[in-house]
């Protein structure tokens, strides 16, 4: 339910321990901080694909107020934002009927790592230890 | 200079594949255009007006001469055997087919280059100082900044769709050749207290609708910190940035509504979260970047050859460009050398692929095998022995490179415009040409010293009119193109926005406007005073007046008005 709803009725919600929240892209995610351990679902609205907020405010739930519960994209959620929606930490989408489910988790895997820390990964400075794989790729087109 | 490794490679290529398949998808229909728009623009490709438009990412301006051959390449197989350099540090195709990219991105990568996010909302291009690591006046090298930077920002999964574009500029030097005020972010590298390094942070700045100049936020940043305090930004700026509306959605605007203490207050508060974890910068990383930008194997030269003062004396003409288009070097005995892109006849920052081929052999032969951008559309040949200058010269002579114009009236900054452009409210080569066809003589230019002449073809300023000493702005009056000048801008240390003197102008009019001002800068002058430095002293009005008062006209000015008038029926 959005987040206001959820606020209104708070404690009853949290003793049934079932309720979700989505966010808004506006919303404040500081709102839910006292509460972060007990919500098992809270979604991010994306009203507009490229309307980014949504990453950012999951970036702040997960690394700043500690969130472990499932994350879920809603609203115009599409294949070829998979990837780095699941790199800020989100592990579940809604995508739109219309789309094919199969088709579109490919996405997630468009890129097999990347330089920054993430929710999936340490910075590549981080990771001295990364061991290349052994010579090159070769020129092969893909 | 940045070499790859497997796991550079490894992303670009899956990038080229992402893209492939995109572009696949669109094609097939499967891919709505609105859909398929901003993950192009993320990978430099625009529709534009007569084709489209690839931008290729030159990150901080720098190329290896292999990289330069592999660009003639492209241009030669793919376009029209030709490419632009930017204002952004960056190279633009005018032609490619659409169905090609994926390709175009394949060969690319084979020489660890891409069009990654140079265009869209998200962080385009680091750019610095043309003259970085080289110059006499550094106080650190930019380069290892710029390449930390490039890589957080690449690929950055958080800030891929923000309200607006985003651009960062890094700079190293007591003199700001980065034109750090005009960015979204300017990071200046300084030294604190204990000799260690640091950033001082500027935010907001930018031109367009609303030119702005940049606010420092924060004195000093330790180094270590740079990626989380640029994470503040950016989600503040994400979180916060208007998206109601694209001519206010840039930071600038943000800042401005919030006020500069309180934005700062704002990042600080974000940064104070992020302080010291997982995306602090350990030493290690700090000196593994270094370590692809250490001084080349520089010969002990002697700081004045005789063979180099011989052919300063006996040809005018080489003395001349070494005047203009010749740096000095922290080095003794090497100089840096500006190859002038700006030739009458050619759009400002065109280069065909023999030239590239050609700069490339000379960089090979004489530099290094590195090349530079500047971000006036110049090319830059770095670490050049004083000793074969001459020989330099001779071969840029062949080449049409070695026009000595550099700082001067007809190195003038110009955006594709209405040529090429589907933005552009009007043409702007046609206009730059007019104008250096009108100031061709290199006496009188000479004369006049150095002056910056920028012009954009529409409010989006590619061009960066508002800081040039004189801009011009192309504008739609009424369906038809004319022109806005404004005088008195300027970047770098002493930054300043231009003025507008008075109500625009037909194209047939702006050579008879530009003699009009520069013969009032050169009646007014004293001593060394530049032009912008006599528009400082007395304002705009005594331009003003002589622009538009009929008084001055004389009868040579009036047959030439009806000269350019004539010509302009014929023109194209």
Redesign the interface.
Known sequence: MPLAAWQAQRAVLIARGEAGVWLAPDDDPAALADDIERLPLIAIEFPQFNDGRGYSLARLLRHRYGFRGELRAIGDVQRDQLYYLGQCGFDAFALPDTRSAADALAGLRDFSDGYQATAQRRARFARPDLVEPPGDLGCVRV | MYRY???D???V??????F?D?TRRFLAGE?AED?FR??RLQNGLYIQKHAPMLRISIPYGLLASRQLRALASIARSYDRGYGHFTTRQNLQLNWPRLEDVP?IL?ELA?VDMHAIQTSG?CVRNITTDHFAGVAHDKIADPRPYCELVR??A?????????PRKFKIAVAGADNDRAALLIHDVGLALVRGDAGEIGFRVAVGGGLGRTPILGHVIREFLPRAEILNYLDAIL?TY??FGR?DNKWKARIKILVKERGVAEFARAVEDEWR??EGG??T??E??FD?LAAFFTDPAYAKLTADDAGYRAALADNRAFERWVGRNVHPHKVAGYAIVTLSLKRIGVPPGDVTSAQMDAIADLADAYSFGEIGVSHEQNLVLRDVPQARLFDVWTRLRALGLATPNIGLLTDIVCCPGGDFCSLANAKSIPIADAIARRFDDLDDLHDIGELDLNMSGCMNACGQHHIGHIGILGVDKNGAEFYQVTIGGAQGNDAALGKVIGPSFAASEMPDVIERLIETYLELRHDDERFVDVVRRLGIEPFKERVYGTTHSSSRDRRRLVDAAARAGTDR
């Open positions: 490794d497997a796991f490679h490894r992303l290529r899956e990038r080229v594949a992402q492939r995109q891919l859909d901003p993950l390709d394949a084979d909302n890589q957080w690449a690929l950055n999964p958080e800030f891929a769709y923000l989600r994400n979180r998206r979260h992020w997982e995306g910068v350990p290690a990383e593994r």
